[in-house]
């Protein structure tokens, strides 16, 4: 903290969780409050601006209010040994003039020759095991608070500013496009097979039930008549029956 005991933002959580996952974007949040009767104008900077995106970076935070600030890590390739993470964020704030705005932040309001009281708070990086299943309960939120760090803490560490905006996510890449389109080509492959052989099917039983209705009227007609079977009718029947088991075995 700066010269002055006064502490200008309550920040929580001091740790950063981060459920870490490779090849995936990883958000979490922290809240800053102003319980002062000023009006307190802020920036966040870290020791790796490129890895991480944060939102808003810089702003005013109104007396007896706060401040919701998302910080995204970007997609990481693999995970870091023992999942330990040295990245280190700083929270600075001062007291502005009533009417201040956020595009009137800048990074010279924060510097010792500015001659404002600036008031700093570090927080580390820790990644954590991606929740199974997950939780609605917000994790860490009965954890006790870690000690607000002193100015001395760390004061060697190389932090710096970061973009206001950046993309969210990543474009899909080539591969996976065609990867879907092949999907979606395989499944109206499949689809149309499926709807041919459906059709042969019932082709096939409505020959094989107009094959036995003849077989039927054949031996009425046999019943019928006190004579012996001549060769055509043994013929017929015998050529009606190989048909319906061809029928049957498709």
Avoid: W
Wanted: hydrophobic residues 30%.
């Amino acid at each position: 903290m700066g010269s002055d005991s006064k502490e200008l933002l309550g920040i929580e959580p001091l740790e950063l969780r981060f459920p870490f996952e490779t090849k995936k974007q990883i958000s979490c949040s922290m809240q800053l409050t102003n319980r002062t009767d000023d009006y307190i104008g802020f920036k966040v900077k870290t020791t790796s601006p490129k890895k991480y995106c944060v939102r808003p970076n810089s702003g005013i935070v109104p007396p007896r209010s706060t401040c919701d600030v998302i910080v995204s890590m970007q997609a990481q390739k693999e995970a870091p040994p023992d999942m330990q993470c040295k990245d280190k964020f700083l929270v600075q704030s001062v007291i502005v003039a009533e009417g201040t705005s956020a595009k009137d932040i800048t990074g010279d309001m924060f510097t010792k020759k500015s001659g404002n009281v600036v008031d700093e708070v570090k927080l580390r990086v820790v990644y954590v095991p991606p929740p199974k299943p997950p939780s609605p309960v917000r994790e860490g939120s009965e954890e006790g608070s870690s000690p607000r760090h002193s100015l001395s803490d760390g004061s060697n560490l190389n932090y710096q500013e970061m973009q206001t905006t950046r993309e969210s996510d990543d474009p899909p890449s080539l591969a996976a496009v065609k990867a879907q389109k092949d999907q979606e080509g395989f499944t109206s492959e499949t689809s149309a097979l499926v709807s041919k052989l459906t059709e042969e099917r019932n082709s096939a039983i409505q020959q094989n039930n107009k094959l036995r209705q003849e077989l039927d009227l054949v031996r009425r007609e046999l019943r019928k008549q006190n004579g012996g079977f001549s060769f055509a009718v043994v013929a017929a029947i015998a050529l009606l029956g190989i048909l319906l088991g061809f029928i049957m075995k498709r």
